[in-house]
């Protein structure tokens, strides 16, 4: 009887240690880094999952309570996009300085903060799911504002947003 229940209590610990709060921190470092490095292999994220490869074998379930939105916003020129490919994209204002603030439809305020772009030229963020968002952005006198969602086939690349 001991023999039978060894192996059942050593998958119980490593499927424990693989609680969803470490997962989640994990995909998002995952999202972090590739969005930060446009040297790695093709990667780009759904409103449910992180796809890498070129051949897109790898996939990873996002958070089912936070969903991905990456934003470029731009002055001149942008390019049309659904999703977002981390490693592929790339927006006109690279390392860029802005003040951006994200607020939900009770007018709970998200973000507030002034960001920097990273070289892609894109901001990031993880917002609760399943909401209608406000976003102002403002850089040197410019500004832009607009709505988006985060349902699970909403866009996760929105450049549509253009500085005026």
């Not at 690279?94 to 951006?100: A, F, I, L, P, R």
């Not at 894109?122 to 988006?148: Q, V």
């Amino acid at each position: 009887m001991k023999r039978l229940l060894l192996p059942f209590i050593l998958i119980s610990i490593i499927l424990a240690g693989c609680g969803s709060e470490d997962a989640t921190g994990d995909i998002k470092a995952l999202v972090d880094d590739y969005s930060a490095n446009k040297e790695a292999e093709a990667a780009s994220i759904t409103g449910t999952e992180l796809i890498i490869g070129e051949d897109q074998n790898e996939r990873h379930s996002l958070p089912e309570d936070e969903f991905f939105v990456s934003i470029a916003p731009f002055i001149n020129y942008t390019h049309p996009c659904e999703f977002h490919s981390l490693t592929g994209c790339q927006g006109e204002l690279s390392s860029t300085e802005m003040d951006v603030r994200i607020t939900d439809e009770t007018g709970k305020v998200h973000v507030d903060e002034t960001m920097t772009t990273l070289e892609n030229g894109f901001l990031d963020f993880w917002l609760p799911r399943d909401k209608e968002y406000t976003i102002t952005i403002a850089h040197e006198g410019l500004s832009t504002e607009g709505t988006f969602t985060t349902f699970e086939d909403d866009s996760t690349c929105l450049t549509d947003f253009q500085l005026k």
